[in-house]
């Protein structure tokens, strides 16, 4: 879960030690699930309806795991909220849906991101990343990927070629699209963690 972040913020320093167990499970630690969402106004409600199924889902077969919810904007994660009110859940206490600006110390079980970002009614895909676009954008999103203590689950309508980044002038976009690329990987089996090599000592 903290590969990518080791990778792109902290040049490779933090020393990773995988869970052997988790390892030979052979699950991997990050969801990618790709739905047929629209943009409209702000918000994708295909997503939102996934994001409150995963939820049931997961509270169901073990409701000890604690669950936070971030979004990538303010109308998603008020969509959500909406949506998980209106449902019939008995929701826990440890249950958070934030957006990524006010993310912050917040650490739970499994982190859902619902991006929310996707082609318009017409096919047409705007390049808006709102506070991610933003100098300094990329720590949000460092900060907001690093949250999860067993498993994140990307909820996505996007491939990551559909975000074309090249020209962004700050780095957030460009991570985005390398972190929906490296959760892929993750999610299809493709992606293997570097297990420390023992040190020995003559």
Known sequence: LINFSNQHFYDGKLSLLPDRR????????????????????????????V????VKKYLKS????SIGIVTFNVSQQNKINDLLEESDMDLP???????I????????????FSMAYAPDKTGKMSMQFGSLNQAGGENRLNVAISRAK????????????????????NQGPKLLKAYLVYAKQVSDGKFK????QAVHHS
């Open 22 to 49: 988790l390892l030979n499970q052979g699950e991997p630690g990050i969801d990618y699930i790709q739905v047929k969402g629209i943009w409209d106004k702000q918000v994708n409600h295909q997503e939102a309806s």
């Open 93 to 99: 206490d440890h249950l958070f849906v934030k957006n």
């Open 193 to 196: 963690p570097p297990i420390p």
């Open 51 to 54: 994001v409150v199924d995963m």
């Open 62 to 65: 073990d409701s000890t795991q």
């Open 101 to 112: 600006e006010n993310v912050q110390g917040d650490e739970r079980d499994i982190i859902i």
């Open 150 to 169: 067993e498993k994140i689950v990307v909820i996505t309508s996007i491939s990551p070629d559909q975000l074309k980044v090249e020209d962004t002038k």
